[in-house]
């Protein structure tokens, strides 16, 4: 186990080893807006740091708002029935400070169940107080590949 332990890390944390070491493919280009970046709650526990944060860095001009709180959704915990309302509750903050964060053109997270919370919370938040949405990203490797060129916006090619 300490083997594979070893041999495993985050890809966000992959990434940025990869450019401190050897550097990146050249073509990285500016998104085409603001990102609010949810630090999640196994990056913590894993405690590899803020490498989400550290990877989006590396794209030029990168606009980032950084939240490094609980989404409240908690695994399997905030989907289920009878938890769902104290989930929301929970990421209300979260929702309010990706969704307000300057506008951001995008919000992402590096866990794709907590970016799915984050985007019903944002969602609700508009349909309260109007305004446009950022669009939700299952995950910043996803922004990394628009930066590059290789995925349109939608996240498909």
């Not at 590899?48 to 409240?72: F, H, N, T, Y």
């Amino acid at each position: 186990m300490k083997a594979l332990a070893a041999a495993t890390a985050d890809i966000s944390e992959y990434l940025v080893d990869i450019s401190r070491k050897e550097g990146l493919a050249e073509g990285l280009q500016a998104l085409d807006g603001p990102v609010s970046v949810h630090i999640a709650c196994h990056a913590r526990a894993q405690n590899i740091g803020r490498q989400a944060e550290q990877m989006l860095r590396l794209v030029p001009d990168a606009d980032l708002k950084v939240v490094e709180r609980c989404s409240g959704h908690g695994g399997s915990w905030g989907i289920m029935k009878d938890n769902f309302d104290i989930a929301m509750k929970v990421g209300g903050p979260v929702f309010k400070q990706m969704h307000n964060s300057g506008k951001a053109r995008y919000m992402v997270s590096e866990c794709p169940l907590a970016a799915a919370h984050i985007g019903q919370g944002a969602e609700a938040l508009q349909a309260e107080q109007g305004g446009e949405r950022a669009e939700t990203v299952p995950h910043p490797v996803i922004l990394m590949a628009r930066a590059w060129g290789l995925l349109p916006e939608g996240g498909k090619k």
